[in-house]
């Protein structure tokens, strides 16, 4: 029976490399379009820095990992044969709809698709004569609507922040692009490269498995200097780059943008694709 789930295992890991190359295909263009539609540097610079915001972010994303581990369910209340069947079917159905809502040319969300699919386990409620008031046990309600509820309300936030955000760009820059440039420039590059810097480097260093707990705290009880020591300093150096070397921030800012964006996609969705199947060996390793 050993050999059996091996071969699931097997089968698992063949089914998420097939899920990232179709989750990729789906959401490369999400942080490589604003760079190429641009033009902000040749097309192999742009997919170095992509190359490695992905690397970065699968490093930094190991509180992810839990979404498919003990996130929607809770784990403790499956026997070994029925969490391996329900991996095995979510990461099947994943490809499949992936794949199939990139043929029509749809986007969608790997989020959203790998919790509802594992929402599936529901039927292991039936499978042990379990009535459908016991579903609380089965599943952690809590947490999965926490998750849908979040990703319900990025939608909004998104929407406003970025009506916001360009409204705000095109009030500065849009009337008197040159003086406004070498007035402001260097402080619009300073909040911008700040603000990447703290969602990626001080928000992510959280979920990161090798960082030291101390050095965390350390960062949660000095954010505020941190993020104003990092904001004078790189103001002053882009106001230098500004006026002495006629540097174009704006190429600087989407570039960073792209290395945040391409983080933040493996801190989120690289791990939906490779987190069943971890989940599945965590289960196999303790069934052992």
Same mark, same amino acid.
């Not at 033009?39 to 509180?63: D, E, N, Q, Y």
């Not at 959203?112 to 609380?136: P, T």
């Not at 790189?234 to 230098?240: D, K």
């Given at each position: %029976?050993?050999? #059996?789930?091996? @071969? +699931?295992?097997?089968?698992?890991? !063949? &089914?998420? $490399? /097939?899920?990232?190359?179709?989750?990729?295909?789906?959401?490369?263009?999400?942080?490589?379009?604003?760079?190429?539609?641009?033009?902000?540097?040749?097309?192999?610079?742009?997919?170095?820095?992509?190359?490695?915001?992905?690397?970065?972010?699968?490093?930094?994303?190991?509180?992810?990992?839990?979404?498919?581990?003990?996130?929607?369910?809770?784990?403790?209340?499956?026997?070994?044969?029925?969490? %391996?069947?329900? #991996?095995?079917? @979510? +990461?099947?159905?994943?490809?499949? !709809? &992936?794949? $199939? /809502?990139?043929?029509?040319?749809?986007?969608?969300?790997?989020?959203?698709?790998?919790?509802?699919?594992?929402?599936?386990?529901?039927?292991?409620?039936?499978?042990?004569?379990?009535?459908?008031?016991?579903?609380?046990?089965?599943?952690?309600?809590?947490?999965?609507?926490?998750?849908?509820?979040?990703?319900?309300?990025?939608?909004?936030?998104?929407?406003?922040?970025?009506?916001?955000?360009?409204?705000?760009?095109?009030?500065?820059?849009?009337?008197?692009?040159?003086?406004?440039?070498?007035?402001?420039?260097?402080?619009?590059?300073?909040?911008?490269?700040?603000?990447?810097?703290?969602?990626?480097?001080?928000?992510?260093?959280?979920?990161?498995?090798?960082?030291?707990?101390?050095?965390?705290?350390?960062?949660?009880?000095?954010?505020?200097?941190?993020?104003?020591?990092?904001?004078?300093?790189?103001?002053?150096?882009?106001?230098?780059?500004?006026?002495?070397?006629?540097?174009?921030?704006?190429?600087?800012?989407?570039?960073?943008?792209?290395?945040?964006?391409?983080?933040?996609?493996?801190?989120?969705?690289?791990?939906?694709?490779?987190?069943?199947?971890?989940?599945?060996?965590?289960?196999?390793?303790?069934?052992?």
């Amino acid at each position: %029976m050993e050999s #059996f789930y091996v @071969v +699931m295992l097997v089968f698992l890991a !063949l &089914l998420a $490399a /097939f899920d990232l190359f179709v989750g990729v295909s789906n959401d490369a263009v999400n942080f490589l379009s604003p760079a190429i539609g641009s033009r902000v540097a040749p097309f192999k610079i742009i997919m170095l820095v992509a190359s490695v915001g992905v690397l970065a972010g699968a490093t930094f994303s190991s509180g992810m990992m839990e979404i498919a581990r003990k996130g929607v369910f809770y784990p403790q209340m499956f026997q070994f044969s029925d969490l %391996m069947i329900v #991996f095995f079917a @979510v +990461m099947i159905t994943d490809v499949l !709809l &992936l794949d $199939a /809502f990139n043929s029509l040319g749809l986007p969608t969300s790997t989020t959203v698709s790998m919790v509802f699919e594992l929402l599936a386990a529901f039927y292991s409620i039936y499978s042990h004569g379990e009535a459908l008031a016991d579903i609380g046990r089965y599943i952690n309600s809590g947490k999965a609507l926490t998750i849908i509820s979040g990703i319900l309300i990025s939608v909004a936030v998104a929407f406003i922040a970025g009506v916001i955000v360009q409204y705000l760009c095109r009030l500065i820059f849009t009337f008197n692009y040159a003086a406004m440039y070498r007035r402001v420039g260097s402080v619009f590059g300073g909040v911008s490269i700040t603000a990447i810097f703290y969602f990626l480097i001080m928000k992510g260093a959280k979920g990161s498995s090798f960082m030291d707990p101390g050095f965390i705290k350390w960062i949660d009880a000095n954010t505020w200097p941190i993020l104003a020591v990092t904001f004078c300093v790189l103001t002053v150096i882009f106001h230098v780059c500004i006026r002495a070397f006629k540097v174009n921030l704006f190429k600087l800012i989407i570039l960073a943008g792209t290395f945040a964006l391409a983080f933040a996609f493996a801190g989120n969705d690289l791990v939906n694709f490779v987190g069943v199947p971890l989940a599945a060996l965590d289960s196999y390793n303790n069934y052992l």
